[in-house]
């Protein structure tokens, strides 16, 4: 039985029984710590590795494997010891999820290309609409305002929802820097919990834009409005 283990930011291993039964004993390993093995494919929680739940949690009591995939591990070809220390990223944490979280700067890019991307295709429906409402006659300066008002929080909620909840989980914004949006499993969200996000940003927005330094802040990179809808946002 040799073991590596996702502790306080590190993986420490390779580990054999008696060192991994006093490490449990010692609260360090619990059934919600990470857990590889040479032959493994992907990281899984302890308690759903029967050989461990078995052995140091809950003997006698079986569980199926773990359903959702996390991260292939970094360790060495060549480990030195038992107590050998692997850095790893700091976006990987302990959580429902465990995922490379997509940090303030990056979000930040995207929200500004999806700016672009609406600012654009605002000022072309805008344009269009103008002059059909011009032809009909309207002359009103307060009606095409408000048009175009109606118009902008329609397309931008359109624009996030659809293209968050779609196939692709994110903005062309978030496309092109390799981010996407998940619900807290990882899991495609659907347009109900997008729209959500999408109307939680004013919130954001409203309170001095702190639920957007929220983002670089909080340990699953995650705004106000992230954690209303219940949502991720991780790189690809």
């Keep these: 039985m040799k073991y590596y ?36 494919k992907q990281w899984a929680r302890a308690k759903n590795i029967p050989e461990l739940l078995n052995s140091f949690f809950r003997p006698g009591v079986a569980r199926g494997p773990s359903p959702q995939p996390v991260v292939t591990p970094r ?60 032809v009909a006659g309207a002359k009103d300066p307060a009606l095409f305002r408000g048009v175009g008002n109606i118009i902008g929080i329609l397309l931008a909620w359109l624009y996030f929802a659809l293209m968050e909840s779609s196939q692709t989980q994110g903005t062309l914004g978030k496309m092109a820097l390799g981010i996407k949006v998940t619900d807290m499993s990882g899991r495609r969200i659907g347009f109900g919990k997008a729209t959500g996000r999408h109307f939680g940003k004013m919130i954001s927005a409203a309170i001095f834009c702190i639920g957007f330094i929220m983002i670089g802040f909080t340990g699953k990179k995650q705004g106000l409005h992230d954690i209303m809808a219940g949502c991720l946002v991780v790189n690809k």
């Design 5 to 40: 283990f996702h502790i306080n930011g590190q993986n420490v291993g390779p580990l054999e029984r008696e060192q991994i039964r006093r490490l449990v004993s010692q609260g360090k390993i619990k059934e919600e710590t990470l857990v590889w093995k040479p032959g493994m």
């Design 75 to 134: 360790v060495e070809s060549h480990p030195q010891s038992h107590a050998h220390y692997h850095r790893v990223s700091a976006t990987q944490e302990r959580g429902s999820f465990h995922e490379s979280y997509a940090g303030f700067w990056k979000r930040l890019a995207a929200a500004f290309l999806d700016a672009i991307v609406t600012t654009v295709a605002g000022g072309l429906i805008g344009f269009g609409l103008g002059i059909s409402l011009a």
